[in-house]
Structures are given as structure tokens and as C-alpha cells.
């Protein structure tokens, strides 16, 4: 028998982050109300759910610095970005900037894989171009 990949409970993490994070914004529900639902909706799947925390805790206290941060690399305003584009982009490079144990190239990969599965057809391409431009400033010592 398999055993699961120490990561597929941190993808599966940031896949729920992500549909968190996307309703918080779009409903402006209570951070706890919308953890509470998520936790309840997928109590029988197997993934960190501590990870999923820290992400949907901390990133809505750092999305104005996580902005900063992008802001130069965009092609286009960040008001004209989709919710989704714009949610995975701030996950992506909130662990960028403060998970330090996860290797860039990681954290870039999972963020297409997000973008591929929830995004539009070509948010991926876009979300490469940003994701890797931000790693060469924030990353330097992995490059």
C-alpha cells in the first residue's frame, strides 16, 4: 500500500484556503464563520488542516504588503484581476515571502495547479509570469 505524500495534505490545504479565502472576499462573512464552513464541508478529507489556518489567518493581515509586493510585476491593474487570480496570487506570495521551508519552485507549481483547476483557461500562464518574477526579488538565495 501507497502512503499519501506528506504534501498532499498541504495541497488540499491551499486548495480550501483558496475557497475560503475567494468566499471571505466575495461575502465579507467573518473569517471564523467561513474556517467553521470549510472545516465542517470537508471533515472527512485527510489534509493539514493546521496549514489551512495559518493561510486563511494570516493572509487577509498582510494583503495590502502582499499587493506591494505584486504590484510591480502586473500587467494589467490590480482592480481588473479576477478574484480568483487575485486570492491565489496572494497565497502564492504570502509563501513566498514567509515560508521560507518550502522550496519557490514548489509554492509556483502549486500555485498553476490551483490556477489550472479553479481559474480561467490562460490564468496560469498569467500567474507563472507574476509568481516568477516575484521569486527572482524574494527568493534570491534559492535562484
Known sequence: MN?????????????????ALYGWMLSDNPLHDVETYILLEHAEDNFDQEYFKILLH??????????????PFLTRKLEDLGPIELTILRISIFELKERLDIPYRVIINEGLELAKTF?????????????????RVIRTSEL
Open 3 to 19: 502512503k499519501p505524500s506528506p504534501f498532499s495534505g498541504r495541497r488540499k490545504a491551499r486548495r480550501y484556503a483558496l475557497q
Open 58 to 71: 494570516q493572509i487577509p493581515t498582510q494583503v495590502e504588503s502582499i499587493e506591494v509586493i505584486m504590484l
Open 119 to 135: 481559474g480561467s483557461p490562460d490564468s496560469h500562464k498569467f500567474i507563472n509570469g507574476v509568481l516568477d518574477k516575484v521569486a
